[in-house]
């Protein structure tokens, strides 16, 4: 089986592991590692302060906390997405309003999300999905106008840039998640990324408890969101691998483009002339054109060998968010088409060439045959 994702590490990881573990850096509140490892990302990104998390997830619940965000309020965010990112608005007591996507990149849509700005409209949190940046000039413009708090979502986007800077150097927070099957990895673990130095603060004050001084004296509730010290240590170690990466995942799509191009019925992705697509996972949506439907086209793949997954089920639809008091499931007819006909195919940077060629040819095997 080829999967969807294999999760690449080595000896020098491990050796990092290893070492932090032999300076007994288990928990995640003290020695080197930690903020090492949140030195390096955040400078990699272009910005100041770098706070490491237990998860992708919890950094943007913290980040929506920080922003001042809470009960009532709406926060704007891409209606294709990991419910993680809609996730941490309701955690916070606000409503998710989801936004519609573009066909082109896939990305929320900056003209629907301009007309969805209400008086109850706090905030935006973009997400640049599967490593393409949404237009961070015009978003940010936007927000400015409307006097809202911008958090990224860059869960899928270590390393991609808007017209020259990276993801998550636009907003007042940028989020990132270091699963698995990330571009790099700490096993779990997230990071935000910021230029103020007072949301940095805070942000370093609720991940741990909120501990002040005397230690045990709490004024306001925190989290214990911290990031394990050998957990940093593994992530320094990719972090100083990540240019190498997005190189061989940038390979990995010119080379699925070389063997998809011009089937009937696939829409490959795209990468717009000011941006700098990552391929977190090199997605195709497959219409009627192409003879069977998505899932049909699965399951014979999945019959030779090759492991796929669907798109994201889009917020505008998800059950558990009837429940929120105010949410609306506004009609995200593109975002809703993506997930009925979206498909990503093996994206690890390790897939060879020949690995690439054989799934290119069971797709253009299985189109023919239903011709």
Not at 38 to 50: D, I, N, Q, R, T
Not at 188 to 199: A, I, P, R, S
Not at 258 to 263: N, T
């Amino acid at each position: 089986m080829i999967p969807v994702f294999q999760p690449e590490y080595g000896e020098e990881e491990i050796q990092a592991v290893v070492a932090a573990l032999r300076r007994g850096e288990i928990s995640g509140t003290f020695g080197t590692a930690i903020p090492e490892f949140e030195s390096l990302f955040a400078s990699y990104v272009g910005c100041k302060h770098g706070i490491a998390v237990s998860n992708g997830t919890v950094a943007l619940q913290l980040a929506v906390r920080v922003a001042g965000i809470g009960a009532g309020d709406e926060v704007l965010v891409s209606a294709s997405t990991n419910i993680a990112s809609a996730l941490a608005i309701q955690y916070n007591g606000a409503i998710p309003v989801p936004v519609d996507s573009e066909s082109r990149t896939w990305n929320l849509d900056l003209e629907v999300l301009e007309r969805s700005i209400t008086y109850k409209t706090k905030g935006i949190i973009p997400v640049h999905l599967f490593g393409h940046p949404v237009e961070m000039d015009r978003l940010m413009e936007i927000a400015r106008k409307h006097s809202l708090i911008v958090i990224e979502d860059c869960a899928e986007s270590h390393g991609a840039t808007c017209r020259g800077k990276m993801t998550g150097s636009f907003g007042q927070m940028g989020c990132f998640s270091f699963y698995a099957n990330k571009l790099i990895t700490t096993g779990e673990g997230g990071m935000v990324v910021t230029n103020d130095d007072g949301l940095a603060e805070r942000l370093r004050l609720l991940r741990n408890l909120a501990f002040t001084t005397p230690r045990f004296w709490h004024r306001e509730s925190g989290y214990n969101f911290r990031m394990t010290g050998y957990q940093a240590a593994m992530g320094a170690v990719q972090c100083r691998k990540l240019d190498n990466i997005i190189a061989r995942k940038r390979l990995m799509a010119d080379t699925y483009r070389e063997y998809l191009s011009g089937i009937p019925g696939i829409q490959l992705p795209t990468e717009l002339p000011w941006a700098r697509h990552v391929y977190w996972m090199f997605g195709i949506t497959v219409d009627a054109k192409f003879g069977i439907h998505r899932d049909e086209l699965a399951a014979k793949l999945k019959e030779q060998g090759i492991e796929t997954r669907t798109f994201f089920c889009p917020m505008n639809i998800q059950p558990c968010f009837r429940s929120i008091a105010g949410f609306q499931a506004i009609p995200c007819p593109i975002a809703e088409k993506l997930w009925e006909t979206g498909l990503y195919l093996p994206s690890s940077q390790t897939l060879t060439r020949s690995e690439i060629e054989f799934v290119g040819a069971a797709i253009r095997s299985i189109q023919k045959g239903n011709k």
